[in-house]
């Protein structure tokens, strides 16, 4: 039933994923001593910076952001400014739960702001390319049995594995094994990273495997 959107989906997270892979080897040809490790602030904000340019592209080439009401300019504008308001509001949400979690508070603020900033633009910024600046839909889409679409269940998925995969990726920071992917927040970020690539691959698999049944309702 849904075959063409599936279809849709996995040539869509392919080219994200293939964005990740790029935003990973292309710097290491222009910046000298590049690396997940040794400049992993670099990776992180290269990996975020090509995952927000790819997904908004992708997703308002293949019409799946939901169309603006009016289209006046002043309606498309305050639409944007929104969507970078939620933006930034999703980084500062982040940042404080990652702080409550047990990252440092003021030592390696940064770092901290760095991770929030990849957390938002692998989950918050694919709600706003799906969903918009809609709040009510986010909380829909988040609610028990509230998607309406393949691709609300897909936001679904790739938001729990990116989400669980930060968290999973904490648990080596602690342990004493002097290893260099547990400078904080390296393995958050790694573990952010492969759960998110996973919930790429998983979600057109799910819906698949699922699609008989799946059944949605307008409300």
Known sequence: ?????????????AIIAASVFMAT????????GFSVYGTHLLWLYSASGAVTVVSVAVFWLLGITPPAKKHTLGYKLSRLLRSCL???LSCLFFHAVVVLYGAPLIEYALETFSLA???????????????????QAW?????????????????QITVACTVVGAWVGAFPIPL????????W???????????FL???????????????????KCK
């Open 1 to 13: 039933m849904w075959d063409h959107e599936i279809r849709a989906m996995a040539s869509t997270h």
């Open 25 to 32: 080897v292309l710097p290491a040809v222009f910046v000298p």
């Open 86 to 88: 939620y933006f930034f």
């Open 117 to 135: 900033v990849l957390l938002t633009s692998l989950t918050t910024l694919r709600c706003l390319c799906v969903l918009g600046p809609n709040v």
């Open 139 to 155: 909380i829909r889409v988040f609610s028990r049995h509230g998607a309406m679409s393949v691709w609300d269940t897909c936001l």
């Open 176 to 183: 004493d094994w002097d290893r260099p992917w547990q400078v």
């Open 185 to 195: 927040p390296v393995s958050c970020s790694l573990g952010a990273m492969i759960g």
């Open 198 to 216: 996973t919930g790429l691959v998983a979600a057109p698999a799910w819906i698949h495997y699922h699609r008989k049944q799946l059944t949605y």
